[in-house]
């Protein structure tokens, strides 16, 4: 494999902040939050199959072997504050179009624009942290969310053939969580195969400026073991306020109510991510589109790279949605499991 360790790694270390929001911007993203719901799991609203998952975290399958969704389900759901610079909630405009946030992630970047893009939020109650880190979506000109699935940006990312069209990003990732287990962030700066570096609870208002769409990054395990996996979750299940419970959030499968939630067990996490542009030259080439990439030229570069390692395959119809040739690109390019992970939370500590 080509793709070396040292590819994997943020343009700074990630920087801890406080207080990253206040008590009344939080308590109206949380008011949205429970108001606008039920959201649906991470993974069903990012993958069409469970091969795309594993293309877009580290490690891979036997050759043989069809994973499946059971393989990879975590009660972890998601919705957006903001999309396409768009607030979709007016009462929050003031959380996204943030100068602080602005401010931070331009010093991160030394560079002299950004343009907040993004704004979204992860919920879940007691969840298993995951052995399989990832990395964010990782757009390039021309190649974004709004025309590629997840698992060909990542892999894009993975191969080293695309770096001159990788779009600068950075995010300010911020955590809410009383659980009085775990709960932190955990991640790879220095590369997958160096030491990771852990954010640690408490989690109320503490966030990170990082850019981690160049490091492998996972969610520390939170809350009660024995809560962890909720009987009955499914790929679509949702996750709402619990109507009978002051404060509280319930997770259904199908309307049935599969696991209830106490409010000092809801771990929420608010995912700020902005545009970022060196200088004027690189803001007029990404707004100019004069140096996009389309899919026929990503996948025909691709294609040749696979040739010249010696690999032999029958080239998809369909590149975007084919299970055999994701797994192919897996086995390829992927960089392999980080070398190092911190232990787990134990309960009897943190008791």
């Given at each position: 494999m080509s793709t070396t360790p040292s590819?994997?790694?943020p343009v700074a270390p990630p920087q801890v902040i406080e207080g990253a929001f206040t008590q009344d911007q939080h308590r109206r993203m949380l008011d949205v939050v429970r108001r606008e719901g039920p959201w649906s799991l991470i993974l069903a609203q990012h993958f069409q199959s469970?091969?795309?998952?594993?293309?877009?975290?580290?490690?891979?399958?036997?050759?043989?072997?069809?994973?499946?969704?059971?393989?990879?389900?975590?009660?972890?759901?998601r919705g957006y504050f903001a999309k396409a610079s768009t607030v979709l909630h007016p009462e929050i405009e003031d959380c996204f179009f943030n100068k602080t946030f602005l401010d931070l992630v331009r010093a991160y970047w030394q560079a002299d624009y950004a343009t907040p893009e993004n704004m979204l939020f992860n919920i879940q109650?007691?969840?298993?942290?995951?052995?399989?880190?990832?990395?964010?979506?990782?757009?390039?000109?021309?190649?974004?969310?709004?025309?590629?699935?997840?698992?060909?940006?990542?892999?894009?990312?993975?191969?080293?053939?695309?770096?001159?069209w990788r779009a600068k990003k950075a995010?300010?990732?911020?955590?809410?969580?009383?659980?009085?287990?775990?709960?932190?962030?955990?991640?790879?700066?220095?590369?997958?195969?160096?030491?990771?570096?852990?954010?640690?609870?408490?989690m109320w208002g503490r966030a990170v400026v990082v850019e981690n769409e160049m490091m492998f990054h996972t969610a520390q395990s939170n809350g009660p073991a024995a809560l962890r996996h909720?009987?009955?979750?499914?790929?679509?299940?949702?996750?709402?306020?619990?109507?009978?419970?002051?404060?509280?959030?319930?997770?259904?499968?199908?309307?049935t109510v599969v696991q209830q939630i106490p409010e000092e067990e809801f771990r929420f996490l608010i995912?700020?991510?902005?545009?970022?542009?060196?200088?004027y030259a690189e803001l007029k080439l990404a707004l100019d589109h004069t140096d996009d990439l389309t899919h026929e030229q990503v996948f025909d570069t691709i294609v040749?790279?696979?040739?010249?390692?010696?690999?032999?395959?029958?080239?998809?119809?369909?590149?975007?949605?084919?299970?055999?040739?994701?797994?192919?690109?897996?086995r390829v390019y992927d960089p392999g499991q980080p070398a190092l992970f911190p232990p787990e939370p134990e309960e009897a500590l943190a008791a």
């Open positions: 590819l994997f790694r469970p091969d795309e998952v594993i293309a877009t975290t580290s490690g891979m399958v036997p050759e043989g072997f069809t994973p499946t969704w059971d393989m990879f389900l975590s009660p972890v759901f109650g007691p969840t298993e942290g995951t052995r399989s880190p990832h990395l964010d979506a990782t757009r390039y000109r021309g190649i974004s969310m709004h025309n590629s699935p997840v698992w060909l940006m990542n892999t894009m990312t993975k191969t080293g053939l695309f770096e001159p995010q300010v990732i911020a955590w809410y969580y009383k659980g009085k287990v775990g709960g932190g962030f955990t991640c790879w700066p220095d590369g997958p195969q160096a030491a990771p570096r852990q954010i640690e609870a408490p909720p009987a009955g979750l499914t790929i679509d299940s949702l996750m709402e306020a619990d109507p009978t419970a002051p404060g509280g959030w319930r997770i259904t499968t199908g309307g995912h700020w991510g902005a545009d970022i542009y060196t200088d040749a790279d696979l040739r010249k390692r010696g690999e032999t395959f029958d080239v998809p119809s369909d590149p975007l949605t084919d299970q055999r040739f994701i797994g192919l690109l897996t």
